[in-house]
C-alpha cells in the first residue's frame, strides 16, 4: 500500500508510522517527491486500510493491487530516471547504449567506444561472460574482457555495461562496471536476482525469451524488494513460431510497461531480430512506441565478429541510426542523451566556475510545476537541477539578476502564435541579462479534466492565453464554453484541481495532469501538430561567456532616414552573416517608432561577427547584442 503523508509532517510522526507498519511485517521505502512525500509498504500482512488512514500525519492510503509492488506505477506515478555517472536514463531524454556483443581484444572495445561515441552513444555495452548456446562458441575473455571494457569507457568517457551470469562474480564485476546486466537466459534465476538487489548499482533486466510482461516486473519486483532502486527493463524479443527473425520484438510491451511501472525501459533491437538490417527500422519503432532508449550491438568488423556479427551494424550504419533518432527525438517531445562535454549547460559551467562553485544550478521559469518551461529545463540541461518556480516573467528577469537563480529560462516565440513580446521587452528591460542557450521544444496541449468529468459537463476552460489560442480550432466546435485566460497553463491545471467543480476543464501539458491527478479528457488538441515553443536560456551577463556561439541575437533601432534598415541589412551581407529573423516591435513609451530584433548565424571564426558588430553600432542609433549562444 501507499501511504501519502501530509505537507510538513513531523519527523516524530512519521518515525511513528513506520515503526507501527514494521510491526506489522511491512517492509517500508520513503519515496519524497516534488509533491508529496509518500511511504510505500510491502509485505504479505493483510491490515485493515483504516488503521493506517487514522495515524497521525497521514493524508491517505492508497492501496497496491498489482502483485508486483514497488516496480508499480500505484507506487510511484512519477518516472524514475536513473543516473549512470553522467548520464540519467528514463524521463525525456533517448538513451543510446551502443558496443560489441563481446570485448574481443583491447583494440577491439578501444576502437568500438570510439567510433559509437563519436556518433553520439552515451553508455558502452561489452559482453564477458557470454552465455553462448554451444559450449564450443566463444565465451568471453572473462576478468580480462572487464579491465578493457573499464579502459575503453574512461577513456571516452561513457559508462558501461555487462552482463552478469552468475551470484559468484558479483563482487568482482562490480569494480568494474556500472550498469549489471542480466540476460535473457537468467531473468528468473531468483538466487542471482537477489544477490543484485542491494549491491546499489542500476541493473538492465532482460525479458527472459519464453516470459510474460507481468513475469518480467515480477522478476523487478525481487530485485527491488531487495533493495535495488535503479532497475531498468530491457525489451529483447520473445520466441514466437516466426523464424524469420531470431526472436520477434514485442514492441506493444513498451507502452504496457510504461503505464504498469515508473521504471525506464530500454530496447534491444539486435538481439530482437538478429538481422543487421532490421535493426536501425526497429530501434526507431521502439522509440516511438515510447522506449526510453536502446541498446545496439556495434562492431568495428561484424563479418568477423566473434559473436552476433550478423546482427551488429557496422559503425557507418550506426551513425546513420543516431542521425534519424535525433530527427525522430523532438516529434516525440523528448531529447537525445548526450555525454556532459557535447552539453551547452556543463560548457558553460566550466566556463563560469565562479559562478556555479555551489553545485547543483538553480534555474528559474514562469509558471507552477508541470509547466512547459520546466519541460524546456529538463530538456535542456543533462544535469539535474533545482527549479525555482516564479509567477511572473518579469520574476524570471529579477531572480537571475538578483543571483536568486543561476540561470532563467522563458519562452521567446510559437510556431503557431508568434512572439512573446513581453519577453522580448524584458530584455531589453534587463541590460545586464544575456541569452546563454535555446531550446525548442513540441508542445502538445491537452484537455484537462476532475477525475470522471465528461466532454458535457464542461462550461469553463482555463489556460494562458497562448495555451487558448494554439488550440483555436478545436475550441470553436465548443462555442458555448467560456474560455478564461489564466496567467500559466500548468497554473489553470492545479486551479481546476483545487476548486474542484467538474464544470472546469484546462488546456495545459500530460505533465501538469499528472502532478496535479487530473484527467486527460482529449489529448492533443493544438490546432497544428507541427506546434513548437522556442525558449531562451538567460544568465547575468558578467557570466555569460559561451564556448565556441553559434547563433546570436541582437536588437536595433535606426535613424530615421531613407535606406536606414537596408544599410544595416547590407553590413550582414557584406560579412556573409546568414540572418535567421527580422522582427520589428514597438518601442515602448514611443508611439509609432520601431526597434529591430534579429537573429543570426555566427559564423565559426566569431571575430567576424564581432567586427560586424562594430560596424552595425555605426549604422544604428541604439544597438545591443541579447547573446550570442549554442542552439
Ligand atoms: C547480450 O546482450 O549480449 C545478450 C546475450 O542478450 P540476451 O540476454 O538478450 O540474449
Ligand atoms: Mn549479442
Redesign the pocket.
Known amino acids: 500500500m501507499v501511504i501519502v503523508l501530509n505537507h510538513g509532517i513531523h519527523e516524530k510522526d512519521k518515525q511513528k508510522i513506520r515503526n507501527f507498519l514494521e510491526k506489522k511485517g511491512f517492509t517500508i521505502r520513503e519515496i519524497i517527491g516534488e509533491e508529496e512525500t509518500i511511504l510505500g509498504a510491502v509485505g504479505i500482512v493483510s491490515i485493515d486500510v483504516r488503521e493506517v488512514e487514522l495515524l497521525p500525519g497521514v493524508s491517505r492510503v492508497i492501496p497496491i493491487t498489482k502483485p508486483y509492488k514497488l516496480a508499480s506505477r500505484e507506487f510511484k506515478k512519477e518516472d524514475t530516471i536513473i543516473p549512470v555517472g553522467p548520464v540519467r536514463i528514463g524521463g525525456q531524454r533517448i538513451v543510446v547504449i551502443a558496443g560489441p556483443?563481446?570485448v574481443e581484444s583491447r583494440e577491439q572495445i578501444l576502437e568500438t567506444a570510439q567510433k559509437v561515441k563519436n556518433s553520439g552513444a552515451v553508455i558502452l555495452?561489452g559482453?564477458a561472460y557470454?552465455?553462448r548456446t554451444s559450449p564450443y562458441s566463444f565465451q568471453g575473455l572473462e576478468e580480462k574482457g572487464l579491465q578493457y571494457l573499464k579502459e575503453a569507457g574512461v577513456a571516452t568517457g561513457m559508462p558501461v555495461i555487462s552482463?552478469i551470469v552468475s551470484t559468484e562474480l558479483v563482487d568482482m564485476m562490480k569494480e568494474y562496471v556500472d550498469i549489471m546486466?542480466?540476460?535473457?537466459?537468467?531473468m528468473q534465476n531468483y538466487e542471482l536476482l537477489k544477490r543484485l538487489g542491494p549491491i546499489g548499482k542500476p541493473i538492465l533486466l532482460?525479458?527472459g525469451?519464453a516470459a510474460t510482461i507481468q513475469e518480467l516486473l515480477m522478476a523487478a519486483e525481487y530485485l527491488l524488494a531487495h533493495g535495488a532502486e535503479n532497475v531498468l527493463f530491457?525489451e529483447?524479443?520473445i520466441r514466437t513460431f516466426e523464424t524469420y527473425t531470431r526472436n520477434t520484438l514485442d514492441i506493444s510491451a513498451i507502452p504496457i510497461i510504461k503505464k504498469l511501472s515508473h521504471l525506464p525501459i530500454i530496447v534491444?533491437p539486435?538481439?530482437a531480430t538478429g538481422i543487421r538490417e532490421k535493426v536501425s527500422p526497429m530501434a526507431l519503432a521502439a522509440i516511438a512506441a515510447g522506449a526510453d532508449g536502446v541498446?545496439v550491438?556495434v562492431h568495428p568488423d561484424p563479418d568477423n565478429a566473434l559473436?552476433?556479427g550478423p546482427q551488429s551494424l557496422y559503425p557507418e550504419q550506426f551513425e546513420k541510426l543516431m542521425r534519424d533518432i535525433e530527427a525522430l527525438a523532438p516529434v516525440l517531445g523528448k531529447e537525445i542523451s548526450r555525454l556532459p562535454d557535447k552539453s551547452i549547460s556543463i560548457s558553460y559551467r566550466q566556463k563560469n566556475k565562479k559562478l556555479f562553485h555551489k553545485g547543483r544550478l538553480k534555474v528559474s521559469f514562469q509558471g507552477e510545476r508541470g509547466a512547459f518551461s520546466e519541460k524546456a529545463i529538463y530538456s535542456y540541461f543533462d544535469e539535474e537541477v533545482d527549479l525555482v518556480p516564479c509567477a511572473e516573467f518579469r520574476d524570471v528577469f529579477n531572480s537571475v539578476l538578483k543571483a536568486a537563480s543561476d540561470i532563467g529560462v522563458i519562452p521567446l516565440e510559437n510556431s503557431l502564435s508568434g512572439s512573446i513580446h513581453q519577453n522580448f521587452d524584458l530584455l531589453l528591460q534587463f541590460p545586464d541579462i544575456q541569452i546563454i542557450g535555446e531550446k525548442k521544444i513540441r508542445i502538445i496541449h491537452n484537455l484537462i479534466t476532475l477525475p470522471g468529468a465528461q466532454l458535457t459537463d464542461i462550461k469553463r476552460v482555463y489556460s494562458h492565453p497562448q495555451g487558448l489560442a494554439q488550440c483555436s480550432h478545436y475550441l470553436e466546435n465548443f462555442p458555448a464554453w467560456e474560455k478564461i485566460a489564466y496567467y500559466d497553463t500548468a497554473g489553470s491545471v492545479a486551479f481546476i484541481a483545487k476548486n474542484g467543480n467538474k464544470e472546469n476543464a484546462a488546456i495545459a501539458s500530460e505533465e501538469a495532469a499528472r502532478v496535479y491527478n487530473m484527467d486527460i479528457l482529449k489529448e492533443s488538441i493544438e490546432t497544428n501538430a507541427r506546434n513548437y515553443t522556442r525558449f531562451v536560456v538567460i544568465a547575468r551577463g558578467d557570466a555569460a561567456q559561451v564556448d565556441k556561439p553559434e547563433k546570436a541575437s541582437f536588437v536595433f533601432s535606426t535613424l530615421d532616414k531613407p535606406g536606414a534598415l537596408f544599410h544595416v541589412l547590407q553590413v550582414l551581407t557584406e560579412n556573409s552573416i546568414n540572418m535567421k529573423k527580422l522582427e520589428s516591435r514597438p518601442i515602448p513609451g514611443k508611439p509609432w517608432e520601431y526597434m529591430f530584433y534579429v537573429d543570426v548565424d555566427v559564423p565559426e571564426e566569431n571575430s567576424r561577427f564581432k567586427e560586424c558588430v562594430e560596424k552595425l553600432k555605426k549604422e544604428t542609433e541604439e544597438f545591443r547584442v541579447l547573446g550570442m549562444y549554442r542552439i
Open positions: 556483443c563481446a555495452r559482453g557470454k552465455p552482463e546486466q542480466v540476460g535473457t537466459r537468467n532482460k525479458r525469451y530491457c529483447r524479443g534491444d539486435s538481439h541498446i550491438e559473436s552476433d
